[in-house]
């Protein structure tokens, strides 16, 4: 059953999502920004019908123990919602883009083959469940898609059917980071893997409209995603390293990382390789791409002796914020 809203923006918010998924995009993770802030409104602000300087700071007070990124994440739709009051001729109030910097980078975990084979065991042996009765064959699916393809994790959750092309091997990621669409290509085997997955997923749950989808049929929460896979790293004894423990966006450093291991050991030009890669990873400029693959050095010295000096200069320093 879909959020009925009650704020006097009401109306205008459901005009805005129905745009939105009009142009192809689900805005199903924002969809939880914009209802607190139509109860905010309805609350705090019931005589307004203007979206003011007042209701966007007031939405943009910061929460307890919410970090940078978490409040960037909510305050970006009601950003878009204000940009698209403008386009319709609606005096409204807009959040400058940069109104909270990005906060600190995680330091990601790059996972050994070991690690990744030890992952793929202990996933491809969860057993079916009365109240899960495709968790066997989702999550397994999800991980290795994750690894083989360096997608973000909610760029796979978020997958429709329509959006896996199981005959080609193509992938449309639609909404992603900067509300960009893009299209990514699987390897044969990924592409097999996922077709197999798909048949026996259909058998169960005809019909269905996510390519992952939980009991319930809707795409997996990142919750619900994350504490599976919580309980298979645990399983392979893959524990926590600094601060936080390893995690699943960690599999697409790993992908970016993992490659270029790969293009350097076969001897490829890698200044001309880089730019494959980072229109592969959805990225505006290579710069976005290095963070990726910075960690790299200490990982070819550690796996083959490659003397990373050579092409130091293509990986340049960056800042902490993309």
């Known amino acids: 059953m879909s959020y009925v809203f009650v704020s006097n923006f009401a109306d205008r918010i459901q005009d805005f999502v129905q745009q939105k998924n009009a142009l192809g995009y ?11 802030f139509d ?3 309805s609350e705090r602000f019931s005589q307004e019908n203007q979206l003011t300087q007042e209701i966007c700071l007031t939405w943009a007070v910061r929460k307890e123990s919410e970090g940078n990124n978490a409040l960037r994440n909510r305050l970006m739709p009601i950003r878009e919602f204000a940009r698209f ?11 400058p883009p940069n109104f909270v910097r ?4 995680f330091t990601p975990h ?37 690894y083989c393809c360096g997608l973000r994790p909610c760029e796979a959750r978020k ?6 092309d199981l005959a080609s091997g193509r992938l449309e990621i639609a909404e992603s980071k900067g509300h960009k669409d893009r299209f990514v290509w699987m390897a044969d085997d990924v592409r097999d893997w996922c077709r197999c997955y798909n048949d026996k997923v259909e058998r169960i749950m005809p019909g269905r409209a996510s390519f992952f989808p939980n009991p319930q049929g809707r795409c997996y929460s990142a919750t619900g995603i994350q504490d599976a896979f919580r309980q298979i790293r645990v399983k392979a004894g893959i524990v926590q390293f600094g601060d936080y423990p390893p995690r699943l966006y960690d599999f697409r450093h790993t992908f970016a990382t993992h490659r270029l291991y790969q293009w350097m050991r076969e001897g ?9 890669l980072s229109a592969y990873m959805g990225h505006v400029q290579l710069s976005d791409t290095y963070y990726y693959i910075h960690l790299v ?10 003397d990373f000096a050579a092409f130091a200069d293509l990986l340049p320093e960056v800042e902490a914020y993309e």
């Open 110 to 146: 790059i996972y050994s083959e070991a690690e990744i084979a030890s992952i793929w065991q202990i996933a491809d042996s969860i057993k079916p469940n009365g109240h899960s009765p495709i968790r066997h064959l989702t999550i397994p699916t999800f991980i290795r898609l994750l």
């Open 268 to 276: 490829k030009d890698i200044s001309a390789a880089l730019p494959y």
């Open 26 to 36: 689900l805005y199903e993770g924002s969809m939880y920004a914009l209802r607190n």
């Open 85 to 95: 009051l403008n386009r319709c001729g609606e005096k409204a109030f807009v959040l």
């Open 102 to 105: 990005k906060g600190p980078r």
């Open 39 to 41: 109860k905010m409104c």
């Open 297 to 306: 050095p200490g990982l070819l010295e550690s796996m083959s002796g490659f």
């Open 159 to 164: 997958l429709r059917v329509e959006d896996v």
